[in-house]
């Protein structure tokens, strides 16, 4: 049986109920409506680990530079702070782990608070090779056969007149002699 039409003032009624247009579709997915601004700052401010080695010496500074350098952040499955992983040479490994805390500061400053909370210290050569060690200088060689001028020798010997002799008051005599042979004093 066929079902008859309805009437103009009936199909008014339906199409206030109804929809007449089919209903948008989801909003933009949050990656895409980012991307323009996740771009401008991945060129302003370098990309997460990759930004991190090749700022390194402006974020921790010059002195921790030369002796350590970053290998990889590595973040738990579980989600929460990662772990930085350091590359130190031999004995300055001791020297870094006392100033971890310093570094987590400087390297959450510059990555965002909470992105570290630990470093893990791997023992090795730096990549950079021997050309990142600061130059090491030699002291200037001390000649103990040179004697004192007589003045400062009488002087040295006045500042002592209040010791009592032995070998305490003989060891200041040869610090002084050799201080003055530096000219520290």
Do not use: C
Not at 45 to 71: M, N, S, Y
């Amino acid at each position: 049986m066929r079902r008859p039409l309805p009437s103009p003032q009936e199909s008014v009624l339906i199409l206030k109920a109804r929809r007449t247009r089919p209903a948008a579709g989801p909003p933009p997915a949050a990656g895409r409506a980012l991307t323009a601004t996740l771009k401008a700052l991945d060129a302003r401010f370098g990309k997460g680990d990759e930004g991190l080695k090749a700022r390194w010496r402006e974020v921790v500074g010059e002195a921790l530079a030369r002796r350590t350098e970053p290998v990889r952040l590595s973040r738990p499955r579980t989600g929460g702070p990662a772990a930085l992983e350091l590359r130190v040479e031999g004995p300055a490994a001791t020297l870094i782990q006392h100033q971890a805390s310093d570094i987590i500061a400087r390297v959450n400053l510059y990555l965002g608070t909470g992105t570290i909370d630990r470093v893990r210290i791997v023992q090795g050569p730096l990549r950079g090779g021997p050309q990142r060690k600061a130059p090491v200088r030699a002291a200037p060689p001390i000649r103990l056969d040179q004697p004192l001028d007589a003045a400062a020798e009488r002087d040295l010997a006045q500042d002592l007149d209040g010791m009592p002799d032995g070998p305490l008051k003989a060891a200041f005599m040869r610090l002084g002699r050799a201080m003055a042979r530096r000219g520290a004093l």
